[in-house]
């Protein structure tokens, strides 16, 4: 859930870069779309790495002290990498796909955070999916965040490996690549016509 939120910076990122005509100065350089959306993927890649592995280390040598157990981690590292891994690239997708089609900081902000409390309503972050009617359960299965939370659980609950993940992964993977394709064909059709 907590990665989704990359969209309040990279909406900055887009809308200061368009304000001061950075994207339109780059694309006369004959920087590709391809590469202004890549280069700012990365970094935000690496951000929600981190992220995973602060709230994984705070879940198991934090949370004991406050007299809670300690989390679990039962199934293996590299399930976890990829599955934040397939979580990230789709968090980001969203997240730019939303920073270059809103046209203020605020319009994305507003956007992203509202579409990002409704996948994780749909998804089960916020309500366990099994407690949901079975209409509400079958639209949960196309939540990119239902897909990143039943990735973790298998990791958590049923000591799964990554060949365990893989499926989810993949599907948060695809969702983030169709995301970020769709923001590159906005993107140059808003460089094109100087928005």
């Given at each position: 859930f907590g990665m989704f939120?990359?969209?309040i910076p990279m909406s900055t990122i887009y809308v200061n870069e368009r304000k001061q005509n950075t994207l339109s100065?780059?694309?006369s350089m004959n920087?590709?779309?391809f590469a202004m959306t890549f280069s700012k993927s990365i970094p935000y890649f690496v951000i929600n790495q981190v992220q995973v592995w602060i709230m994984l280390g705070v879940g198991v040598f934090l949370v004991p002290f406050f007299d809670t157990p300690a989390l679990a981690i039962n199934g293996?590292?590299?399930a976890i990498l990829v599955i934040s891994m397939g979580l990230s690239i789709s968090a980001i997708g969203v997240s730019t796909l939303i920073a270059v089609s809103a046209s203020s900081s605020e319009q994305a902000t507003t956007i992203g955070g509202i579409f990002n409390i409704l996948l994780g309503a749909i998804?089960?972050?916020m309500v366990p999916k099994y407690i949901m009617p079975d209409s509400m359960q079958e639209i949960a299965g196309y939540s990119p965040m239902s897909w990143g939370l039943d990735g973790f659980l298998d990791i958590f609950l049923k000591t799964a490996d990554a060949s365990m993940v893989?499926?989810?992964a993949m599907k948060l993977l695809i969702f983030g690549i169709?995301?970020?394709?769709l923001s590159m064909i906005i993107l140059r059709i808003r460089i094109n016509k100087g928005l």
């Open positions: 939120f990359i969209i100065r780059l694309n920087v590709s779309i293996s590292f590299g998804g089960g972050i893989i499926q989810d169709i995301a970020l394709i």
